[in-house]
């Protein structure tokens, strides 16, 4: 068997979230008749298309949703996993690179804020596992906000991918004249990537400096029930 190119070489290799599971972040946010249904999670994408409509089926039956939302949801999770597949089989470049996570999330009544550095070539990392550590370090009890942090982690690293298609793309149109392929990727979610390895190594996924502990120390908030419907009512306001 053929070896893959290493994630640490210049040479491309395919196409793959830099996490040990090549899981789908999928996002949900579908209004119907003034009835409004969110949710975000992870599906793998070689998991057959009939197992789409029957999730949804599930779904609506479990929330007691009127049966509009069958297509809708079916229609939504179709959508974004064709957008993910297309990216499969195209050539990705990476080099060295630690990239900026950031965390801004409220699930139920628990707000939490963080930032920390994602090793990008270390393809055994587990989002899941990391949220779950993360949940019990800050004492965070709500068993939504962990899959809640996973998901958030699997977008930016998706998002980042597929910048990283665009760059390989736009290294073979201008390679020529240059000596090798370099690359800055740019999050919306992240900023700029930063290359650390050299003062990390790549034994750990994550990575909080220590002259940034102080800055960067996660931020975990119980808000009242008057709160989240206040933060929910200009949710609502803003999105129409």
Known sequence: MKASASPHSKAPFKFRIPTAENLVPIRLDIEIDGQRFKDAFTWNPS???????????????DLKL???FITQIAQSIQSQLTEFRSFEGQDMY???KIIPIKLDLRVNNTLIKDQFLWDLNNY??????????????LGIDDPEVGPAIAVAIREQLYEIAVQNVASARE???SKKGRRGFEHVPVSK??????????LFGHRSS????????????PIVDLLSNEEVDALEAKEERTAR
């Open 124 to 137: 055994e990392s587990d989002p899941e596992e990391f949220s779950r550590t993360l949940c019990k370090d």
């Open 171 to 173: 290294s073979r149109m």
């Open 206 to 217: 994550v990575v909080r400096k220590r002259k940034d502990w102080d800055i960067y120390e």
């Open 94 to 96: 990476t080099g060295e």
């Open 66 to 68: 009127p049966p509009a």
């Open 189 to 198: 979610t992240g900023g700029a990537s930063v290359d650390l390895v050299k």
């Open 47 to 61: 998991d057959p298309d009939s197992e789409v409509v029957v999730f949804a089926k599930r779904t609506v039956k």
